[in-house]
Structure formats: structure tokens, C-alpha cells
């Protein structure tokens, strides 16, 4: 079924964190709308950014002293999932939107590896050992090197993946709470997992693997490139203003 369909291509965007998750946000009603084709986005990251799960707490998730310190803006996505750290030159994410019934016979958590096989075997492409663990992560021996989040809304499917291509594995516990206390007794805990970035396995740079990922998939999905309209981008800005940078959305209890 993914095949079968005309899928469109949105190359890498540089846009700050709140305005990606308002791109969600976005572009998942243009194709629930019928006003665009299934679509591949990928994203380019200007700054860093803690991404927190729409079902977590961030004060469960997030050290705040210590995200400022180090230069981390917190936004808070639309699906579920565990927090991502993201970094510019050093993170890869891309978005799929979709009709549901393009998965339709497969379960929801093997939906995930469906929806990301492509990825793997583009990663296979650079000779990076890269396989899939239930529920949503593409690993490698030494680690995990993307997880995976989804939203379904009216019978469509927002489905992203963050991909660590370089990180400092040392960082990533200083700033996320990961293994420590709660504070709230509400919100979805990240689980602890060793991660294993693709420039351990690869010399290509983060923009070269990106490209990659974009060429193999417009090749194997026989797809066309697109962009982003002026009215999305507009559109994007107000949910920005009126959403995603307010507090009352990212340090909302679940």
C-alpha cells in the first residue's frame, strides 16, 4: 500500500523547534483534507531542542537549569513518545503523513517498523548495521540510533523519526531526567537506552546522510519533489503564536 501511492517529497527545512511541530500540525490537516498527497518532510534543526512527548510531564523529563545552561529550547510535540534531543549539524528528522488505511491489516506497533523500513535499509545503503526493535527504534549493535513517534487523527497518521547522527552520549543524561525521581505523578517517563549515532559507522556529514535519505526514498517510492506554500508557512506562524511557544501548551500536565 505505501507504494502504491504518489507520495510527495518536502526537502530539508531549517525552521526553529516550535514551527516544526506546528508544520505537523499543519501538514497533517492538508493531507486529511485532501489538499496534498501522502508526504515525506524532512527537517533541518537551527537550534537545539529538547523535544518532549505530548503525554509527558516536563518537569518529569526535562533538568530546566541545566537545558538553559546548555542553550536547549523545550517544545512539546503532538504525538506521543519519549523526549529527543536535537541538535543542529547533529540530528535528522523527518515526518510522514498519511492516510490510515495505507496501513491498514498491519498492527499499530508493527506499524512503526513498516513506516521506517524504508530509513533502515537506506541506512543498510551506507553500510551502517542498522535493524529495527519493537516498538519504534532503528538500532545498531552498539545502540539505538533513531526512535519514532506517531498521532492519529480522523483516520490519518502523523508518523516522525529523529535520528541521532552525531551526539555527545554524555550530554543526554545531564539534561534529560532520564532514571531519575519523579517530581510529577503524572506524564510518560523516557525509557533509559544506550544511543549509538550514525557518525560512529559513517564519514558522511549530517546534511550528506540527510540527502541520502531523501534521494533513496524518492527513488523507491517513485516520488515527487514538493515544497512548502506560502499559506502552510502562515499557517504554521499563528499555531507558533497561539500554541506551540505558550507555555500553557509545553508545560501542560497530560
Not at 138 to 156: E, H, N, T
Not at 195 to 222: I, K, N
Amino acid at each position: 500500500m505505501l507504494r502504491a501511492a504518489r507520495w510527495e517529497v518536502l526537502p530539508p527545512g531549517p525552521y526553529p523547534a516550535h514551527m516544526h511541530m506546528a508544520l505537523d500540525e499543519v501538514l497533517l490537516e492538508q493531507v486529511t483534507a485532501g489538499q496534498r498527497p501522502p508526504v515525506l518532510r524532512l527537517w533541518s534543526w537551527v537550534e537545539r531542542a529538547l523535544v518532549i512527548g505530548s503525554h509527558q510531564s516536563v518537569s518529569n523529563e526535562v533538568d530546566l537549569d541545566a537545558a538553559h545552561r546548555h542553550g536547549f529550547v523545550v517544545t512539546r510535540r503532538m504525538s506521543g513518545g519519549g523526549t529527543m534531543l536535537c541538535e543542529p549539524d547533529g540530528t535528522i528528522t523527518y515526518s510522514l503523513y498519511l492516510p490510515e488505511s495505507m496501513v491498514a491489516g498491519v498492527s499499530f506497533r508493527k506499524s512503526y517498523a513498516l513506516l521506517d523500513a524504508w530509513a533502515v535499509a537506506a541506512f543498510k545503503d551506507l553500510d551502517v548495521p542498522a535493524s529495527y526493535r519493537e516498538i519504534n527504534d532503528i538500532i545498531s549493535p552498539r545502540g539505538k540510533i533513531a526512535g519514532a513517534a506517531q498521532a492519529r487523527r480522523r483516520g490519518f497518521v502523523l508518523h516522525h523519526t529523529t535520528i541521532a547522527h552525531t551526539m555527545d552520549v554524555e550530554l543526554l543524561p545531564r539534561v534529560i531526567r532520564i532514571g531519575r525521581e519523579d517530581v510529577s505523578a503524572r506524564g510518560v517517563r523516557s525509557a533509559d537506552k544506550p544511543v549509538s549515532p550514525l557518525s560512529w559507522f559513517t564519514r558522511l556529514s549530517c546534511a550528506e546522510v540527510a540527502a541520502h535519505l531523501q534521494g533513496y526514498f524518492m527513488r523507491e517510492f517513485d516520488a515527487a519533489a514538493g515544497a512548502l506554500t506560502a499559506d502552510e508557512i502562515s499557517r504554521a506562524h499563528e499555531l507558533v503564536a497561539s500554541k506551540y511557544a505558550t507555555d500553557a501548551w509545553i508545560s501542560r500536565l497530560p
